[in-house]
């Protein structure tokens, strides 16, 4: 005579609950489970009851899972939301970028903020960046913008159209940042604007917007930009 064990050991052998999926899409993404850049299938599954492995009954819908196509763990759709490595590298260049632009646009262009600003944004990966390309692009956003006195903005100016740009850059970006990388974007910002002497009011006003874009808290802003300011040059 089988014992409890064997007979719910031979009732589970019997049926059971089987997950059939179908591939509704494919693309890149960052597997967790990996560690990198991975392609993926996205998976919609259907429930059924099975005896002898035979599927009978439906047991509803499993929902969209995203299955690694090199590992084969399944995750749910929130993974597509983490950018790949790809693209994380194309959002911080761009992030730099466009600290280095708002920070120009707001201080004026003397020639050592240019070339604290083009270095800066080299070394996030744009290599090809030049101080006549940063002028460039500060004349026509400047031109854009206007200005009070030829050397900063206009006081509604930075919140009209530099804010706007640095939060619809920035903000998407600090998601995927640990605090210290956001910290570090706002000190880039600082050096290129203190690379020609102490703060603007439109300079520290735009580093201030920075701050918030990269969600970082009014007093960690204020603590960076102070104790950047007192960094030897």
């Given at each position: 005579m089988r014992s409890a064990k064997g007979q719910r050991a031979l009732r589970r052998g019997l049926y059971?609950?089987?997950t059939a999926w179908d591939a509704v899409g494919d693309g890149e993404f960052f597997c967790q489970d990996c560690g990198g850049d991975r392609n993926y299938r996205r998976l919609t599954g259907r429930r059924r009851l099975?005896?002898?492995g035979v599927p009978l009954l439906?047991?509803?819908d499993a929902g969209l899972v995203v299955e690694c196509?090199?590992?084969?763990?399944h995750s749910g759709t929130e993974a597509l939301e983490h950018p790949t490595t790809t693209r994380f590298s194309s959002m911080l260049r761009e992030a730099v970028h466009t600290v280095a632009l708002a920070?120009?646009?707001s201080g004026g262009t003397p020639r050592?903020?240019?070339e604290a600003a083009a270095c800066t944004v080299r070394e996030a990966g744009l290599a090809d960046c030049s101080e006549d390309q940063l002028l460039t692009v500060v004349e026509v956003l400047t031109a854009d913008i206007g200005h009070d006195d030829?050397?900063?903005a206009t006081a509604g100016a930075c919140g009209a159209a530099l804010a706007i740009e640095l939060h619809e850059v920035l903000t998407p970006l600090a998601r995927h940042l640990v605090p210290a990388g956001r910290e570090s974007v706002l000190l880039q910002g600082a050096r290129i604007a203190l690379a020609d002497g102490p703060y603007g009011a439109a300079e520290r006003e735009v580093l201030?917007?920075?701050?918030r874009a990269l969600r970082l808290c009014p007093e960690d802003t204020a603590r960076l930009l102070t104790a950047a300011a007192r960094m030897p040059s």
């Open positions: 059971g609950i089987r099975t005896v002898l439906r047991r509803g196509a090199d590992c084969g763990a920070v120009l646009a050592t903020a240019l030829g050397v900063g201030t917007t920075v701050g």
